[in-house]
């Protein structure tokens, strides 16, 4: 084994130490292999003018979003080398800004016609409806095993792929009943395969296959929009936020730590964003006609608090004080007012959101 070899091997033993999953390990190490051929010396003596030539390389090679991943096994590769914490921090290698793709989540109908157009094959029936229902990530959906369905509660285990970190979930019965119609089809190629959903050949499914699974399925149905793995994901959770779930309820399905990150994969449609846009912007105070969201739970008087906002009118405020600006927080907290004004979170979730900062204050916000 030459040098590169055993500092390769140090790397990938230092990226499971860290709970990295399986593909990330993947992913970097090749990243790495494909640095040390670039640059052809021996790693003692990488230099910044190394680190320059690779990014020149990757710039011209792959879109920004690629660049990120590329550039954090470079950076971490630099540490298990043992370059110092100075040099690592003058000449780390830093991402570039991310394209954000399309984030406009697929409508109920849409994932309905999806789950319709497959009804007839139990096995890509049974992914998507696996995938929306449980609103897995495309690994998580890749890992599932045999014995992690529980048909008697309606429960799945999730195994992120980071370690030995799993998350017990909630499935819909419609969910249940196609995993068994697909499990009366499903031939793997080793007896003792594990695998919940398998390829043709036998084996565990691969991301492409889940992927491919999708677009075609959306092309099938006449879904124009850019048709992504994660965009099932945002979509679920903005379905469950459109019908009025606690956010607390949706956190813990989607399993996301921070009620922050969770907000952001609520997305409105653009149906929703256009007749609030025309609301909002009518001089003659004629509001059209408003399409309520599939679902939606109006709060009444006696699932709702009243909100009293500490903040007096913005007109009265900037009269009295011409030079006040309104503050971060005060525009954060208008922003989860008028989510709770919606329905779309709980008392409790609003309380969370605003933070241990207002804590002497929750009682002005809400009565």
């Not at 999730?158 to 031939?187: A, F, M, V, W």
């Not at 779930?245 to 399905?253: R, T």
């Not at 008392?347 to 002005?364: E, W």
Request: aromatic share 8%; with cysteine; hydrophobic share 30%.
């Amino acid at each position: 084994m030459n040098e590169n070899e055993k500092l390769i091997t140090k790397y990938k033993n230092y990226l499971i130490a860290e709970s990295k999953s399986k593909q990330t390990i993947q992913s970097y190490t090749r990243t790495i292999r494909q640095f040390l051929n670039l640059i052809g010396k021996n790693p003692d003596n990488i230099d910044e003018n190394d680190l320059q030539k690779f990014k020149l390389y990757a710039v011209q090679t792959y879109g920004s979003n690629t660049l990120t991943p590329k550039y954090s096994a470079i950076n971490i590769f630099m540490k298990v080398i043992g370059k110092s914490r100075d040099w690592r921090e003058e000449y780390h290698l830093k991402s570039p800004r991310q394209y954000t793709p399309n984030k406009n989540p697929l409508t109920i109908e849409e994932v309905t016609k999806m789950f319709k157009v497959t009804e007839h094959d139990y096995k890509e029936n049974a992914m998507l409806k696996v995938f929306y229902y449980g609103l897995l990530r495309r690994n998580e959906l890749s890992n599932l095993n045999l014995e992690d369905i529980d048909y008697n509660r309606n429960k799945i285990k999730i195994n992120s792929g980071k370690g030995n970190k799993y998350s017990t979930i909630n499935l819909h019965p419609d969910c249940i009943e196609s995993i068994k119609k697909y499990l009366t089809i499903r031939q793997p190629k080793n007896p003792n395969d594990k695998a919940l959903f398998i390829n043709i050949f036998g084996n565990r499914i691969k991301h492409t296959e889940i992927t491919n699974t999708l677009k075609r399925t959306a092309f099938k149905v006449g879904i124009k929009k850019r048709v992504y793995p994660h965009l099932f994901r945002i979509s679920g959770i903005t379905h469950m936020a459109q019908k009025g779930i606690n956010l607390k309820i949706i956190q813990q399905q989607s399993r996301h730590s921070d009620l922050n990150t969770l907000m952001g994969y609520i997305q409105p449609t653009d149906e929703e964003s256009r007749d609030e846009y025309i609301r909002g912007m009518s001089l003659n105070d004629i509001q059209p006609k408003q399409k309520k969201p599939y679902g939606l739970v109006k709060p009444t008087e006696e699932t709702q608090p009243k909100l009293y906002h500490k903040v007096e009118n913005d007109t009265d405020k900037l009269n009295r004080y011409p030079n006040t600006k309104r503050t971060k927080d005060e525009d954060k907290t208008d922003k989860y007012i008028a989510l709770l004004q919606k329905g779309l979170i709980g008392k409790d979730d609003f309380l969370n959101l605003i933070g241990n900062d207002n804590k002497d204050n929750q009682n002005t916000y809400i009565q």
